[in-house]
């Protein structure tokens, strides 16, 4: 019954802590086989935001696990360098969650910034 009230509109409030507050909700309560579908919902967002909101939502792209992957990559050839560097350090996180977001933007807005997309040396 939940899950209707949060997938939608509500992950994309203008307000970040509505928004922040249907995240986490909504990987919590996301129907079996529907997590690729959040991912994609939730990845217009990223780049949204000050350090708490990103973090917020690499945390919750982070707790859906590998349906997430292909968002992610899919984002770090986005045209906006902020979108590029928070799919890149989202992605480190799902791969090494022990890194920490701090560490993982750092190294995304480098990658960003050198004009990478984080494929090099695959």
């Known amino acids: 019954r939940a899950w209707p009230a949060v997938n939608g509109a509500v992950l994309s ?10 995240w986490r909700a ?7 086989g529907e997590e690729q579908a959040l991912a994609r919902a939730l990845a217009p967002q990223l780049g949204r935001g000050d350090r708490e909101t ?3 939502l690499s945390r919750a792209l982070v707790a859906l696990g590998e349906p997430a992957g292909a ?3 899919a984002a770090t ?11 890149l350090a989202t992605r480190r996180l799902l791969r090494d969650p022990d890194s920490g977001f701090e ?3 750092e190294e995304a807005k480098r990658v960003v ?7 090099e040396g695959r």
Do not use: F, K, N, Y
């Open 13 to 22: 409030d203008a307000d970040d802590e509505v928004a922040r507050s249907a």
């Open 26 to 32: 909504a990987v919590v309560i996301v129907p079996e």
């Open 54 to 56: 990103q973090l917020s």
């Open 71 to 73: 968002v992610l990559e």
């Open 77 to 87: 050839t986005a045209p906006a360098p902020h979108v590029r560097a928070h799919a």
């Open 103 to 105: 560490a993982a933007i």
């Open 113 to 119: 910034a050198l004009g990478g997309s984080g494929h």
